[in-house]
Every structure is written in C-alpha cells, then in structure tokens.
C-alpha cells in the first residue's frame, strides 16, 4: 500500500466521520432537549476527524484530500433520510452518484 | 437557484461557511507543511502543538463550528451542507496559486462531478420532515 492510498483511504474516513458529526449538529438544532450533548459529540467527532486529516494531508494534496472528503455528503444524506427523516429523491440520488464519480476521479488521479 | 429564496442572514452565513471551509483547509494545510516528514507521527503531533498556524486552525474551526449551527438552525442538513462544496473552486484556485499544487484537466473534472452532484442535490426540496419528525 502506497502513501498516496493510505492518505486517499485516510481522507475517506474522515468524510465518514464528518458526515456522522454533521447529523449530530443537524439533531442539536431540532431538539432543543439535549443541544449541548449533540454538539459535544458532533464536536468530538470532529476532533477526531481533524487528527487523521492532519495525519492524511502528509501524504496526499490539499486539492484532492478536501474533494474526497465531500464523502461526507453521500453519508450525511443517507444518514439524514434515516435518522432525520429527510426525503432523498432521486434527483438527490443522483446528485450523490455524481459526486462518487467524482471522487473516484480525483482519488484514482492521486 | 433555490438559495435566492432564502433570507438575507442565511445566505450571508451560508457564504461565510463557504470562506470560513476553505480558509481552513489552506491554512492547515500550511501548518501541516511545518511538520517534520510522513510516518514520524508521535513527533509530527509534538510539533503541531508548538505550531502557531495549528492554533489559527483550532480559531477558525471555532468560528466555523459556530456559523454553522446557527445555519443548521434554519436550513437542511442536506440541503445547507453541498453548498458549502462551493469551496472545492476556492480550495483548487488557492492552492495552486500559493502551494505550488498541481491542477490538471482529471482533478479539473473530478471536481466538475463533484459540483455537478452538488448542484443536483441543492435542487431538490428542502423543506423536509425532519423537525416534526425529531420532535414526536
């Protein structure tokens, strides 16, 4: 396994844990009961997420890590539609595929 | 585009998420650039706590942490989060023009799909279930 995978694989988890700490934050701003505790987690997650980023940008370019990343966007809407009950259409699922070619692009180009 | 029906305020935090995005990424890239070389991580963690671009990292998540929530207060997750992708543009611009990062017509086009999901997903309603659905 080269660097280059290992920051490409590394970036990829991050985005799975941004996509997690961002439906804590969304739930923080629906259920005023329990804020802080959403938050912190979200925050904790982030945390996380900033540790093995600073660890994945040794090894891969800004410009592809971040767009790899957007990742993120594919977990959050699919965490979104079940546990915040937000319709995804197919529109928005096409949306989602669009940006896996996308990142598929810009990690096979790392 | 649905984002020009939205208030004045959010749309104002909406663009400060964007910048805020892509000023983090740039600078952190900066001070992982201080760092010593791949693999020597206990030291490279050392060495990030004694980085002072570390804490302006730390200032501008803080401040982007702070923005978002009060966009989450009035938008969608899946909704409010894509458009912040418009700081992929200003990633790609920026560090090319000050890390010396290459740009190619590949990364030019992935990032073109990736904007192109973005725009679809941003197109859809966003006037979920969602804040009924939490509060039963």
């Known amino acids: ?110 | 585009m649905a984002a020009s029906t939205l208030p004045a305020g959010l749309v104002f935090r909406l663009a400060l998420a964007v910048i805020l995005d892509t000023a983090v990424h740039i600078v952190w890239k900066l001070a992982v650039l201080q760092l010593p070389n791949p693999g020597a991580l206990p030291a490279a963690l050392e060495a990030a706590s004694r980085e002072p671009l570390f804490l302006l990292v730390a200032a501008l998540f803080v401040w982007q942490l702070v923005n978002w929530l009060q966009v989450l207060e009035g938008c969608d997750l899946s909704y409010s989060q894509p458009i912040t992708a418009l700081s992929l543009i200003l990633v790609l611009v920026l560090s090319a023009l000050y890390l010396g990062e290459s740009v190619d017509t590949l990364k030019v086009l992935g990032i073109g799909f990736v904007f192109a999901g973005v725009w679809f997903i941003s197109r859809t309603d966003h006037d979920s279930s969602a804040r009924s659905a939490v509060r039963q």
């Open chain 1, 1 to 110: 396994m080269t660097a280059t995978t290992i920051g490409v694989l590394l970036v990829i988890l991050c985005g799975i844990i941004e996509g997690i700490a961002q439906v804590f934050f969304k739930r923080s701003a629906l259920a005023p009961d329990g804020k802080q505790l959403w938050i912190g987690a979200g925050v904790a997650l982030f945390i996380l997420q900033a540790l093995i980023y600073t660890g994945a940008l040794q090894f891969v370019e800004v410009s592809t890590a971040f767009p790899i990343g957007s990742i993120a966007f594919v977990v959050a809407a699919i965490l979104s539609e079940r546990f915040l009950k937000e319709r995804v259409t197919g529109t928005r699922w096409t949306g989602i595929v669009l940006i896996i070619v996308g990142v598929a692009l810009l990690a096979a180009h790392a």
